[in-house]
């Protein structure tokens, strides 16, 4: 499910800043997101690695 978010935000930050009128703080906070998603995939991948031994 946060694989297919990440997707989904990528896919918004994509268009945003290809938008005529880009918006700073929208592409900022769509950043923010896919770093978080990112941190969140890593931390599940690490921790189903260690119970799965």
């Not at 990528?10 to 906070?29: D, F, P, R």
Request: net charge positive.
């Amino acid at each position: 499910m946060l694989a297919r978010t990440k997707t989904v935000i990528c896919n918004q930050l994509h268009a945003a800043s290809l938008g005529m009128y880009a918006h700073k703080e929208v592409i900022k906070q769509l950043k923010q997101q896919i770093s978080l998603l990112e941190k969140q995939l890593e931390m599940l991948e690490v921790s189903y690695k260690t119970t799965h031994r």
